[in-house]
């Protein structure tokens, strides 16, 4: 079959800009994205610079953006991308520093996972024996354990596009696998330093890496339980917290979201700094045209959305 991939190129000892490169060859119908690199790095373009290795989906270096999403190009048909020959557009993964064409530095990754100390840490008294963790804590954790640290994840992350502080996804369900393991003593720590900010309260729920990680870690939905258990630990002084008790309030008291209170409440009334940004932010969104209303409009079918975010909360209790 006919394959035709659209190869972002960046060569820094040219000094030259990103561009896009466009190359047509014959592949075989079973063949992987990666499989039509490696043909035009062997057969067309010998400075084509890509990173793969075990061609199994295992090892995770294989990791690129195709048609703008991120994926590993060795378990990534070209058949199932474009099944009548469409044009594939190849590039470097995002929110990462590129140091030739399809090869980007990871250093920035496996800063922010060693920021979540990733190993056990018990307690310091000598074990009488090994540690023992039940079959049922141990299959909970299978899927997280299953990240081969790729940086899909990081990479289509909308958070890190803005904050390049935040942690980011695979560290933060890196630091789930400790936090959540009976083994390790020091969970109440971790989840202290990932309330902070750039931590777990930082993620937007785009749920773009639960949707590019090709191993099921789901890591938003990491991050969520650790918000959760940062709760129930007391850690509640933070405008993550303070954000989400707002919003839950102002929808169960009024059935819809009252968004002038819900940014004051989220900074915090005795948080002066916090207040000042907050005012700037305001001010541009006055001269936008997009400052919420200081007298919210009532919501249509409004007794029933409060009665369903009251019966939500009850549950909870």
Request: include cysteine; aromatic fraction near 6%; hydrophobic fraction near 40%.
């Given at each position: 079959?006919k394959?035709?991939?659209d190869v972002?190129?960046?060569?820094?000892?040219?000094?030259?800009?990103?561009?896009?490169q466009?190359?047509e060859?014959e592949?075989?119908?079973?063949?992987?994205i990666?499989?039509?690199?490696?043909k035009?790095r062997?057969?067309l373009?010998?400075?084509?610079?890509l990173?793969?290795?075990?061609?199994?989906?295992?090892?995770g270096?294989?990791?690129m953006?195709?048609?703008?999403?991120?994926?590993?190009v060795c378990?990534t048909?070209?058949?199932d991308?474009?099944?009548?020959?469409?044009k594939?557009?190849?590039?470097?993964?995002g929110?990462m520093?590129i140091?030739?064409?399809l090869?980007?530095?990871?250093?920035?990754?496996?800063?922010k996972?060693?920021?979540?100390?990733?190993?056990m840490?018990?307690?310091?008294?000598?074990?009488?024996?090994e540690y023992?963790?039940?079959?049922?804590s141990m299959t909970?954790?299978v899927d997280v354990?299953?990240?081969?640290?790729?940086g899909?994840?990081v990479?289509?992350?909308?958070a890190?596009?803005?904050?390049e502080?935040f942690?980011?996804?695979?560290?933060?369900a890196k630091?789930?696998?400790?936090?959540?393991?009976p083994?390790?003593?020091k969970?109440?720590?971790?989840?202290?330093?990932?309330?902070?900010?750039s931590g777990?309260?930082d993620c937007?729920?785009?749920y773009?890496c639960v949707?590019?990680?090709p191993?099921g870690?789901?890591?938003?939905?990491?991050?969520?339980?650790?918000r959760?258990?940062?709760?129930?630990?007391?850690?509640?002084?933070?405008?993550?917290y303070?954000h989400?008790k707002?919003?839950?309030?102002?929808?169960?008291?009024?059935?819809r979201?009252?968004?002038?209170?819900?940014?004051?409440?989220?900074?915090g009334f005795?948080?002066?700094?916090?207040?000042?940004d907050?005012?700037f932010?305001?001010?541009?969104?006055?001269?936008?045209?997009?400052?919420p209303p200081i007298l919210p409009h009532?919501?249509?079918e409004s007794?029933?959305?409060?009665?369903?975010?009251n019966?939500?909360?009850?549950g909870?209790?």
């Amino acid at each position: 079959m006919k394959a035709v991939l659209d190869v972002k190129r960046f060569d820094p000892e040219n000094n030259s800009k990103e561009y896009f490169q466009k190359y047509e060859l014959e592949v075989e119908e079973s063949s992987t994205i990666l499989d039509a690199l490696i043909k035009i790095r062997e057969d067309l373009d010998g400075t084509l610079a890509l990173r793969c290795s075990c061609r199994a989906s295992i090892c995770g270096s294989c990791g690129m953006r195709v048609n703008g999403s991120a994926k590993l190009v060795c378990k990534t048909r070209l058949v199932d991308i474009a099944p009548e020959g469409e044009k594939v557009q190849v590039e470097p993964l995002g929110n990462m520093p590129i140091i030739k064409d399809l090869v980007v530095d990871m250093n920035p990754f496996w800063n922010k996972v060693q920021q979540v100390r990733p190993f056990m840490m018990p307690n310091n008294t000598e074990p009488e024996g090994e540690y023992i963790a039940s079959n049922e804590s141990m299959t909970h954790l299978v899927d997280v354990m299953n990240c081969i640290m790729c940086g899909a994840c990081v990479s289509d992350c909308t958070a890190l596009e803005v904050d390049e502080s935040f942690i980011g996804p695979a560290a933060l369900a890196k630091a789930y696998r400790f936090v959540a393991d009976p083994r390790d003593d020091k969970s109440k720590d971790r989840l202290k330093y990932l309330n902070k900010n750039s931590g777990v309260w930082d993620c937007t729920r785009c749920y773009a890496c639960v949707e590019v990680c090709p191993k099921g870690v789901a890591p938003m939905e990491r991050i969520m339980k650790m918000r959760d258990l940062a709760i129930e630990e007391g850690f509640k002084n933070t405008s993550g917290y303070r954000h989400t008790k707002s919003f839950v309030n102002s929808v169960g008291k009024s059935g819809r979201l009252d968004e002038a209170r819900l940014a004051l409440t989220s900074v915090g009334f005795f948080n002066v700094f916090g207040l000042i940004d907050l005012a700037f932010v305001g001010l541009k969104a006055l001269v936008k045209g997009k400052l919420p209303p200081i007298l919210p409009h009532k919501a249509r079918e409004s007794e029933n959305i409060k009665k369903i975010v009251n019966k939500i909360e009850r549950g909870k209790g």
